[in-house]
């Protein structure tokens, strides 16, 4: 079942090859525009619990701005050699507000 929660207002989050830390819910979450299409994921790196959404943008990759760990914003898996793994939210927007779905 879907559980959508406003992540933010449109034109609020990132601008396109950006990425930022954004609260929903109570919890922080890794926000990129990868040209347009927003990704959410969860913001800690599994390597060192680095904070993700203070990364960059590398094509469609969240860069980790402690170790350079490189992970999807579509599937959240590290290139190799690292192959750790954070979660991926879906989001949508709906009207003027960005929803993820935390379910």
């Given at each position: 079942?879907?559980?959508?929660?406003?992540?933010?207002?449109?034109g609020?989050g990132?601008?396109v090859g950006?990425?930022?830390?954004v609260?929903?819910?109570?919890v922080v979450?890794?926000?990129?525009?990868v040209?347009?299409?927003?990704?959410a994921?969860?913001?800690?790196?599994?390597?060192?619990?680095?904070?993700?959404?203070?990364?960059?943008?590398?094509?469609?990759?969240?860069?980790?701005?402690?170790?350079?760990?490189?992970?999807?914003?579509?599937?959240?898996?590290?290139?190799?050699?690292?192959?750790a793994?954070?979660r991926?939210?879906?989001?949508?927007v709906e009207?003027?507000?960005?929803?993820?779905?935390?379910?």
């Amino acid at each position: 079942m879907a559980d959508w929660v406003r992540l933010f207002g449109e034109g609020e989050g990132p601008a396109v090859g950006e990425v930022a830390e954004v609260e929903a819910a109570g919890v922080v979450y890794c926000v990129a525009n990868v040209e347009g299409r927003l990704a959410a994921m969860e913001n800690v790196c599994p390597h060192r619990d680095a904070p993700l959404g203070q990364g960059t943008l590398e094509g469609e990759a969240v860069v980790c701005p402690w170790h350079a760990w490189c992970f999807s914003t579509v599937t959240g898996v590290a290139e190799p050699p690292e192959r750790a793994q954070v979660r991926v939210f879906p989001v949508k927007v709906e009207g003027d507000e960005v929803l993820i779905n935390l379910a």
